[in-house]
């Protein structure tokens, strides 16, 4: 939505004032989602970013995944000020491209209308071009101001990110306070975004009572969010394609003014934006609504497209895509905070953004450090690979010495755990920490140790333990009571507590997962598999699925690490991912992946936005994403190029489970993997788990084969070729890499029809 012309009142002044609730009809007049209350608005935008974004109770605390009261109202705006989020109305509100307008196209000869229609295709996708480039160059200066909010010591600056009693000015571009400037990218292309569901045929019906025509243009019914908003990963959005019906509403205010824009437009014979228009009505979604609904969010549209009902009407379809979108353009800032600044200054600023006294709230972290000693450890991390890593991770806490000046620091404690738990050091500040005393000896009962953490970590009461507190688990994973732990960790989601578990211990896995049977001669695509056998005496069963739900459900990273060289990859990937709610990015983005680190998730629910991973190649790399199923539905994995702004490959879970991506990388490129439910099933359960394993395997020497990008034409369907560490299958869907199995290699007796994997 956006002011189509303001009367009586200078741009400036309504600008500094804010788009004011209940305002007097001669002072403005709207026709889009709506930033005020009156002239038939509802302050949708308002709504619809609090529905998004919101914490779901006023005192609910934000983990990044929502926004408390005061943020909230600087991003959705409130009674007299519009928000970051109404900004566009204010100055930008003639501009086409701050609102996805113009971009109107009909295929008059597929629908037997006469002539022609007087827009092109390409005239109407470079106009939604223009729009993607310029909401992207929002995203872009709310990523670029966030930086602002930290010190030289990762200390979050009082100044900066103070909003109590001071709400936030947006206007022209006006520089204020980093949070308030980072606030004001992604509000403004919140802003678009959501225009795009309510000016747009993506998500709505036409009017089957009609033939399509100017005045009833084709609805796509698009549910899903529109892959077309990628606003973080190119200033300029080339090669892509979109439906060839898709249209937004031409808007021309002409000489004199017209206050529908629709007069040019008519005389032009172009779709009005006001025939396509879905802004008015009243949105009745609280904060956390689900997408889609159970029940209808809204009612009384009030414009003649919203009202057209197939199934839903189409303002419920613009409102339900508005939502949906807007949530992923917040999880996708955070990924590019993350891209940007690292995991550790990324988690600091989402805490910033989100809550209203940073300073005080995204700092004083309580830290459990619990570490494994029983006898397994002898065979499974002989070299201490558990002890090396907590000791690396003490040291990224904040010290007394190194808090900031309006921050506090953090306190870690380190305990140990055979049969029995003991606490080595008790809660203090980690410059002080010691990790004497932890060798391999006795049983394994990880729930103790797990006990122990949380009965430490409640018993201070200077830092509050309601999402400041963490317990990251070294250990082998051999547990002698499953039980008991899931009922330790269900206590420690209660305490708001995150949990963490790292496996060190190669080449363990946790969990049950299929490879290739060593001597096996591969003569079809179709892969033999049998269960890896564990090394010290492990059962994978011992830590089943519903073990590392349970982990994944208090919000904490669950990985294993297969080298001494991935250790501290997987301090960085807990990093990532947060030790505490306080500086957590959200549990659907997957966060970085790191070579050498095996990551979990949970399934998303169909239909829910997808689990988002990065990487970054260096040129020269033939990378591996191995995504498998655990339990739960198929899968629909996709790899992206950043870089380029396209798909590289997309596969489904094979029927073991799997789906293989090999990726070359030509030069340095940022990749994403994204992971989304399939939706085969119908069912919205979020309770499936999957994993997804990147390698990075070098070419041997007298290797000179070329991995093809996963998805490329195959030359033949069948063919097999030795390829780095195992070989490349042809089938109907491109090239797959199948990785052959440790201790084995690729080998060729008869060409590629001899291709098979052999022990060494």
């Given amino acids: 939505m956006r002011f189509s012309i303001l009367v009586f009142k200078p741009l400036y002044l309504l600008a500094l004032s804010g788009s004011v ?17 009156g002239l038939g608005q509802s302050t949708e935008h308002e709504r619809i970013t609090r529905a998004a974004l919101a914490c779901d109770l006023p005192l609910s605390s934000s983990s990044g995944d929502c926004f408390e009261p005061l943020s909230i109202a600087q991003v959705a705006g409130q009674q007299r000020t519009a928000g970051a989020v109404g900004a566009p109305d204010a100055d930008e509100s003639l501009s086409a491209v701050a609102h996805c307008d113009d971009a109107d196209y009909l295929d008059f000869a597929k629908y037997g209308l006469p002539g022609t229609y007087p827009h092109t295709r390409s005239e109407a996708t470079q106009n939604l071009i223009d729009c993607i480039a310029h909401l992207s160059g929002r995203i872009d200066e709310g990523l670029t101001a966030a930086e602002r909010l930290l010190g030289d010591n990762d200390d979050i600056i009082k100044r900066e990110s103070d909003i109590e009693g001071n709400n936030c000015v947006f206007f022209l571009g006006v520089s204020g306070r980093a949070k308030c400037d980072a606030i004001e990218g992604l509000g403004r292309a ?7 569901y309510s000016h747009s045929n993506w998500a709505d019906n036409a009017d089957g009572t009609e033939k399509i025509s ?29 439906p060839p019906d898709l249209s937004t509403g031409c808007f021309i205010l002409g000489i004199p003014p017209d206050l529908s824009g629709a007069r040019d437009c008519i005389k032009q014979g172009r779709i009005t934006h ?26 009384a549209p009030k414009t003649s497209r919203g009202q057209i009902t197939s ?8 409102v339900q895509g508005a939502i949906a979108e807007t949530r992923r353009q917040w999880a996708d800032f955070r990924a590019g905070l993350v891209d940007r600044y690292g995991p550790k200054r990324a988690g600091l600023m989402v805490c910033a953004i989100t809550k209203d006294y940073p300073w005080r709230d995204c700092t004083g972290r309580k830290i459990a450090l619990v570490i494994d000693s029983s006898g397994s450890n002898q065979e499974t991390d002989p070299s201490f690979l558990r002890v090396n890593a907590a000791k690396q991770f003490a040291d990224t806490l904040v010290t007394a010495d190194s808090a900031g000046l309006d921050n506090r620091p953090d306190l870690v404690s380190v305990i140990t755990f055979t049969t029995d738990a003991s606490v080595i050091y008790p809660l203090g500040d980690p410059a002080a920490a010691v990790f004497d005393g932890i060798g391999a000896d006795g049983g394994t009962f990880i729930a103790g140790g797990v006990a122990l953490a949380i009965e430490d970590l409640t018993k201070d009461t200077t830092i509050s333990t309601q999402d400041h507190a963490g317990i990251i688990v070294f250990t082998d994973g051999q547990d002698s009571d499953t039980s008991a732990l899931l009922s330790q960790l269900d206590q420690a989601a209660q305490l708001g507590i995150r949990v963490s578990f790292g496996f060190l211990s190669p080449p363990t896995s946790p969990v049950q997962r299929l490879v290739r049977a060593r001597t096996v001669r591969i003569r079809n695509p179709e892969p033999v598999f049998y269960p890896r056998q564990i090394s010290g005496g492990s059962d994978p069963s011992e830590s089943p699925p519903e073990l590392i739900t349970a982990i994944l459900e208090t919000g904490g990273f669950f990985g294993t690490i297969n080298s001494a060289e991935a250790q501290e990859s997987f301090v960085d990937a807990v990093i990532a991912r947060g030790s505490t ?91 994403e993997l994204t992971v989304a439910n399939s939706g085969l099933t119908g069912g919205n359960s979020t309770s499936g788990l999957f994993s997804v394993d990147l390698k990075v395997p070098g070419l041997p020497a007298n290797d000179t084969c070329t991995i093809p990008p996963a998805g490329s034409a195959c030359k033949k369907v069948g063919e097999l070729k030795c390829c780095g560490t195992g070989f490349i299958t042809c089938d109907f869907s491109g090239y797959v890499f199948r990785e052959c199995a440790p201790e084995t290699v690729c080998k060729s007796d008869k060409g590629s029809a001899g291709v098979y994997c052999a022990h060494t």
């Avoid at 919140?190 to 795009?196: A, E, I, K, M, R």
């Fill in 581 to 671: 709610n306080i500086n957590g990015i959200s549990s659907s983005l997957g966060g970085p992946l790191f070579p050498g680190v095996t990551v979990y998730g949970l399934t998303p629910a169909a239909g829910a936005p997808e689990v988002r991973f990065t990487y970054h190649a260096t040129a020269g790399e033939n990378l591996t994403f191995a995504t498998h199923v655990i339990t739960g539905p198929p899968l629909n994995v996709t790899l992206h190029n950043v870089n380029a702004s396209a798909d590289s490959a997309n596969l489904r879970t094979d029927a073991q489970g799997l789906a293989n991506m090999v990726y070359a990388a030509k030069e340095n490129v940022s990749l």
């Fill in 311 to 318: 199934g839903a009407n189409n303002f419920e379809l613009a």
């Fill in 190 to 196: 919140l802003h678009g975004v959501q225009d795009f």
């Fill in 214 to 242: 100017i005045t009833n243009p084709p609805g796509l019914h698009l549910g899903a969010v529109s892959p077309l908003f990628d606003l973080t990963s190119a200033m300029s959005p080339v090669g892509f394609t979109v």
């Fill in 274 to 299: 006001e025939t396509l228009n879905k802004d008015k009505g009243d949105i009745t979604a609280k904060p956390g609504v689900l997408i889609p609904p159970t029940s209808p969010i809204t009612r």
């Fill in 21 to 37: 609730n209940g305002a007097d009809p001669v002072h403005q007049l709207v026709t889009r989602f709506g930033t005020v209350n």
